[in-house]
């Protein structure tokens, strides 16, 4: 009796076994990766790198869209459209989950709810970037030019309510400077235009278009917005060792997928999101965007996209930051 019950609970056990493998989702086609930001910028050479690794793990091509627009807005909805069955994921950032809620007045998605975060992948610091125009030799210097010349001195961003857009307003509400913010389409165009001989502007964003033009001679590189100087830009002073001790701000990236996808499938695109975030490779090839390594596990990604969303709307709220 005692061997008939063992038996029958170990063949209980093979068949509840061979079910769960049963039920594990294989992806079977292309899976499409929205970059909601345009081609060319810095997001987009990170989401590519992205891309490229978990497309390694999963044994499917992973084909980059770019949908850019409202800080990120444009992809959300292409994702959101799109039917959850695990073929569609979405390269999120700090702005596009943190910062959205607090300065767009109407928002078409809850970054809290509406997403399943798969893996986080990395962070970079921002660089303060400065046309030929600007004669200023780094962020202290800066600030003394724009005080004795208010409102000579343009700021470019990647859009209104965009990362970029909330530090020039960081910058003016804790240095006293009257930087006039100007918004483009994307990181690549607000780049191009400081190299474009248009007059005395700045711009402070992620850090590969920097890296790839750092010794052009076509802009200066003023400063790091992190506490540490970047590995990429040994020679680029941090702006609290510039002076600035108060600013320390990163901008990270990660994974999500629509939260109405079936648990099964989101739990296999969380492990090959989570092996890409850790492979050597990978990280490699992202540290030469300048993007240092972030891999977090999807309940830890959650827990730092909630934080995020706290901190960033209390300063936003703070230095009054809102786009209708």
């Known amino acids: 009796m005692m061997f008939k019950t063992a038996a029958a609970a170990a063949l209980a056990a093979c068949i509840s076994l061979s079910g769960a493998h049963a039920q594990e989702w294989v992806a079977n086609k292309p899976i499409r990766f929205v970059v909601p930001q345009v081609t060319g910028g810095g997001a987009d050479a990170i989401g590519r790198a992205i891309a490229k690794g978990i497309s390694d793990h999963i044994g499917q091509p992973l084909v980059v869209e770019n949908r850019p627009g409202a800080n990120g807005g444009v992809g959300v909805e292409s994702l959101m459209r799109a039917p959850a069955d695990g073929y569609s994921l979405l390269l999120v950032f700090t702005s596009l989950m943190a910062l959205n809620p607090a300065v767009y007045a109407k928002l078409p998605y809850d970054p809290l709810k509406d997403f399943t975060p798969l893996a986080g ?102 400063a790091v917005t992190t506490q540490k100087r970047m590995p990429q830009l040994p020679e680029v002073r941090t702006l609290a060792e510039q002076g600035f001790s108060e600013f320390n701000e990163s901008f990270w990236y990660g994974v999500v997928v629509s939260s109405a996808t079936p648990p099964n499938i989101a739990a296999v695109l969380q492990r090959y999101a989570q092996q890409a975030a850790n492979q050597p490779a990978v990280q490699e090839q992202l540290g030469r965007h300048g993007c240092g390594p972030l891999p977090l596990s999807a309940a830890d990604f959650d827990k730092r996209i909630r934080s995020d969303h706290a901190k960033y709307t209390g300063i936003a709220r703070a230095v009054g930051m809102k786009v209708d």
């Open 121 to 222: 992948m990395c962070e970079v610091p921002l660089v303060m970037m400065a046309s030929n125009a600007v004669n200023a030799r780094d962020a202290a210097e800066l600030v003394k030019l724009d005080r004795s010349q208010p409102g000579k001195i343009d700021a470019a961003s990647s859009g209104n309510g965009a990362f970029s857009h909330l530090l020039i307003e960081m910058m003016n509400a804790k240095t006293g400077t009257r930087f006039t913010h100007i918004p483009f389409k994307g990181e690549a165009p607000a780049v191009q235009h400081l190299m474009g001989d248009h007059g005395p502007i700045i711009y402070i964003g992620t850090p590969a278009l920097a890296i790839a033009h750092q010794n052009s001679g076509r802009l200066k590189l003023l």
